[in-house]
């Protein structure tokens, strides 16, 4: 009869435990993946290296998009010449007087 009730507890602590588990996992659906590469261009070259970019680059993405081995690609400027990470924990870095 002990061993009964305590086989009992064990599998109503097991569930319980597997219940709990089973909510705690976060929920998401899978979606494609970005990569992104930023280049450095020296000054005077950009119109080179859009030029390259135009000739030998991009006929390899349309082959790979074609073939289906990427959906999608895309071209960004960055056109900000400031270094904003510079002012994070600006308030911990400099003394203010109020």
């Known amino acids: 009869m002990k061993q009964t009730i305590w086989f009992a507890v064990a599998a109503l602590c097991l569930s319980l435990m597997s219940i709990a588990t089973s909510f705690a996992q976060d929920q998401y659906?899978?979606?494609?993946?970005?990569?992104?590469t930023l280049v450095q261009i020296l000054p005077g070259h950009f119109n080179a290296f859009m030029e390259d970019l135009k000739a030998n680059i991009k006929p390899i993405w349309d082959a790979e998009k074609k073939a289906g081995l990427i959906e999608n690609y895309n071209i960004f400027l960055n056109s900000t010449k400031a270094n904003f990470a510079a002012l994070d924990g600006l308030a911990q870095k400099v003394w203010i007087f109020v």
């Open 29 to 36: 659906t899978e979606g494609g993946v970005t990569r992104v």
